[in-house]
T-cell receptor, first 110, second 112 residues
C-alpha cells in the first residue's frame, strides 16, 4: 500500500463548479499535512496547510480526518486558472521527511 | 526576492560523467531536500539536510551524494550518472516541517 494515495483523475469540470479531492495516508503517526499545486513541468507550490479543525483560504477549503486518515481539498467556483495537478503531502517522522502523493489532475473548462 | 535557485535548468550528459546540480536558498532556511519526479511515481526524496553538516538519506539515495557545508547551499552530486537517473529534479527548502517547502524551478536531467 502506498504511503499517500490520491485518485489520479483527471477531473474535468466546467468553470464555476465545485470539485473535491481526497487523499489517504497510511501512517497514523503522520504529523503535518499539506496541499501543493503543480503546473505542467513546473515546481510544486504550497497551496495550503491542513489542520484538524479545517481551514479555508478564499475558494479553497482543506479538511483533515485523523481517525480515518484522509485529507480533503474542496475548490469552489472553479476558475480556468485552477487547472493543475494537486499534490497531497504528508510529513512523518524526521523533520525533513515529506511524502508526496502522485497527484490529482484537474482540468477546468469553459 | 525569497527563492530557491537551481542550476542548470536543463542538462544532457553521458553515462559515467560526474556532474553536480547546484541549489541555493536566500531565506536562511535550515531544512533542505532533493527530490526526483518521474511519471507515475510522483516526487521521491533523495536526500535531506536539517542543518549544516547534517544530512541523511531519503527514499531513493542510491547513486547520489550531497553536502551541506554552508546553510544556503545544498548541491546534488552524481558521481557516475546512469540512464535510470534521467528525471526531473527539484531542490526545496523550509524553515520548519510545519511551514511546508519552497521549491526551486527544477533541473531536467537526461543521461544517455
Amino acid at each position: 500500500r502506498k504511503e499517500v494515495e490520491q485518485d489520479p483523475g483527471p477531473f474535468n469540470v466546467p468553470e464555476g463548479a465545485t470539485v473535491a479531492f481526497n487523499c489517504t495516508y497510511s501512517n497514523s503517526a503522520s504529523q503535518s499535512f499539506f496541499w501543493y499545486r503543480q503546473d505542467c513541468r513546473k515546481e510544486p507550490k504550497l497551496l495550503m496547510s491542513v489542520y484538524s479543525s479545517g481551514n479555508e483560504d478564499g475558494r479553497f477549503t482543506a479538511q483533515l480526518n485523523r481517525a480515518s486518515q484522509y485529507i480533503s481539498l474542496l475548490i469552489r467556483d472553479s476558475k480556468l486558472s485552477d487547472s493543475a495537478t494537486y499534490l497531497c503531502v504528508v510529513h512523518t517522522g524526521t523533520a525533513s521527511k515529506l511524502t508526496f502523493g502522485t497527484g490529482t489532475r484537474l482540468q477546468v473548462t469553459l | 526576492e525569497a527563492q530557491v535557485t537551481q542550476n542548470p535548468r536543463y542538462l544532457i550528459t553521458v553515462t559515467g560523467k560526474k556532474l553536480t546540480v547546484t541549489c541555493s536558498q536566500n531565506m536562511n532556511h535550515e531544512y533542505m531536500s532533493w527530490y526526483r519526479q518521474d511519471p507515475g511515481l510522483g516526487l521521491r526524496q533523495i536526500y535531506y539536510s536539517m542543518n549544516v553538516e547534517v544530512t541523511d538519506k531519503g527514499d531513493v539515495p542510491e547513486g547520489y551524494k550531497v553536502s551541506r557545508k554552508e546553510k544556503r547551499n545544498f548541491p546534488l552530486i552524481l558521481e557516475s550518472p546512469s540512464p535510470n537517473q534521467t528525471s526531473l529534479y527539484f531542490c526545496a527548502s523550509s524553515l520548519s516541517y510545519k511551514s511546508g517547502y519552497t521549491f526551486g524551478s527544477g533541473t531536467r536531467l537526461t543521461v544517455v
